[in-house]
T-cell receptor, first 115, second 112 residues
Framework: DTAVSQTPKYLVTQMGNDKSIKCEQN?????MYWYKQDSKKFLKIMFS???????INETVPNRFSPKSPDKAHLNLHINSLELGDSAVYFC??????????????FGQGTRLTVV | AQSVTQLGSHVSVSEGALVLLRCNYS??????LFWYVQYPNQGLQLLLK??????LVKGINGFEAEFKKSETSFHLTKPSAHMSDAAEYFC??????????FGGGTRVLVKP
């Protein structure tokens, strides 16, 4: 069983469209994340949820809206897609706690291409 | 605030040679440190992590890293490179909260 799974793996869409990426983890973790990896491979955190509560919200356009229906799922909805949104989006999960020395487990990524 | 700097965006080594990837961090509290590897078109996989205790940490695939507090470094090494080590490597720090901050990554090329 895949620990952190994302769908779709590839997404090609036109500018102005709205799209969603889904993420599910079966590790029993309390915390989930969305990261964006740009064309230069730089990884930047976008959001983090702990038990369905938003705890990290970096400087991300309002067009990006995360939703966590339960602690095993964290979806990312993007409105009015722009060319600059093209990137690989990674979902991850980890155990909660500020001092818990746990690593994050990553999904395989969703390669979003906006044309 | 926490940050990570990886020196060298690309490293080229010959098969069988030493692999050395440099990572320096900045943190206002004692950090947890991680190295991840990313193979082409795949997600990130944990190589090793430092939490507390022994400063020399051994990971998978023959990699190890040493935490040096005085130098705020966590360099990754492997004594003998293999072709399968060609990948992107990321150093990361977790210091405050549950936020994992990554360095810019180092691409390793292995020459036969």
């Amino acid at each position: 069983d895949t620990a952190v799974s994302q769908t779709p793996k590839y997404l090609v869409t036109q500018m102005g469209n709205d799209k969603s990426i889904k993420c599910e983890q079966n590790l029993g973790h309390d915390t989930m994340y969305w990261y964006k990896q740009d064309s230069k491979k730089f990884l930047k955190i976008m959001f983090s949820y702990n038990n369905k509560e938003l705890i990290i919200n970096e400087t991300v356009p309002n067009r990006f809206s995360p939703k966590s229906p339960d602690k095993a799922h964290l979806n990312l909805h993007i409105n009015s897609l722009e060319l600059g949104d093209s990137a690989v989006y990674f979902c991850a999960s980890s155990q909660a706690g500020a001092r818990v020395n746990t690593e994050a487990f990553f999904g395989q990524g969703t390669r979003l291409t906006v044309v | 605030a926490q940050s990570v700097t990886q020196l060298g965006s690309h490293v080229s080594v010959s098969e069988g040679a030493l692999v050395l990837l440099r990572c320096n961090y900045s943190s206002s509290v004692p950090p947890y440190l991680f190295w991840y590897v990313q193979y082409p078109n795949q997600g990130l996989q944990l190589l090793l992590k430092y939490t507390t205790g022994a400063t020399l940490v051994k990971g998978i695939n023959g990699f190890e890293a040493e935490f040096k507090k005085s130098e705020t470094s966590f360099h990754l090494t492997k004594p003998s490179a293999h072709m399968s080590d060609a990948a992107e490597y990321f150093c990361a720090v977790k210091a405050a909260g549950n936020k994992l901050t990554f360095g810019g990554g180092t691409r390793v090329l292995v020459k036969p």
